[in-house]
T-cell receptor, first 113, second 114 residues
Framework: KAGVTQTPRYLIKTRGQQVTLSCSPI?????VSWYQQTPGQGLQFLFE???????NKGNFPGRFSGRQFSNSRSEMNVSTLELGDSALYLC????????????FGAGTRLSVL | AQKVTQAQTEISVVEKEDVTLDCVYE???????LFWYKQPPSGELVFLIR??????QNEISGRYSWNFQKSTSSFNFTITASQVVDSAVYFC???????????FGSGTRLQVQP
């Protein structure tokens, strides 16, 4: 069974641009969560989606948004990029609301110049 | 608010040594889950174990063992006879039953020297 797939693996953007990251969950998993990992703040929860609806949201500004499609694939978008948005963005999937073991992808490393 | 503390930033051992990674947590919830994940240089977080707050039984899986003590709010992880392949960053995490959002500790970087 294929794991969580995140694309692209690496991205370089400049300040002010926007970016979209993609995540394909493990087949059969319906819940997708996103996390940001930085050296200074560590791993922080961004948001969670289930059945195309955002179920939980972390403490991030509105520039960070996401969505989930009917096939459970998810995208996250960051608008008006800032230097501090440089991070590893990790996507995790789980079976659904009653299962909380999250399986992570390899992440997208975003560099904002 | 939930909090996870991993006081050991970095540990270096020689192969075949035993090593224990400490994890202390804070939560007001009576029902919660604790996790350990491994992050190798590739970046992917690899799930190792989940424990719920009602199950204080220690667990052993091969060279890995976990000690959960509610009285001290700790969930420590021991690797017996460490190997070079164990070199990675290890994260302890906490979630309550209502949300699946994980609260992570800052991680412990383990370096196993040959």
């Amino acid at each position: 069974k294929a794991g969580v797939t995140q694309t692209p693996r690496y991205l370089i953007k400049t300040r002010g641009q926007q970016v979209t990251l993609s995540c394909s969950p493990i087949s059969g998993h319906r819940s997708v969560s996103w996390y940001q990992q930085t050296p200074g703040q560590g791993l922080q929860f961004l948001f969670e989606y289930f059945s195309e609806t955002q179920r939980n949201k972390g403490n991030f500004p509105g520039r960070f948004s996401g969505r989930q499609f009917s096939n459970s694939r998810s995208e996250m978008n960051v608008s008006t990029l800032e230097l501090g948005d440089s991070a590893l963005y990790l996507c995790a999937s789980s079976l659904g609301p009653r299962e909380n073991i999250q399986y992570f992808g390899a992440g997208t490393r975003l560099s904002v110049l | 608010a939930q909090k996870v503390t991993q006081a050991q930033t970095e540990i270096s051992v020689v192969e075949k040594e035993d090593v224990t990674l400490d994890c202390v947590y804070e939560t007001r919830d009576t029902t919660y889950y604790l996790f350990w994940y491994k992050q190798p240089p590739s970046g992917e977080l690899v799930f190792l174990i989940r424990r719920n707050s009602f199950d204080e039984q220690n667990e052993i899986s091969g060279r890995y063992s976990w000690n959960f003590q509610k009285s001290t709010s700790s969930f420590n992880f021991t690797i017996t006879a460490s190997q070079v392949v164990d070199s990675a960053v290890y994260f302890c995490a906490l979630s309550d039953t209502g949300r699946r959002a994980l609260t992570f500790g800052s991680g412990t970087r383990l370096q196993v020297q040959p």
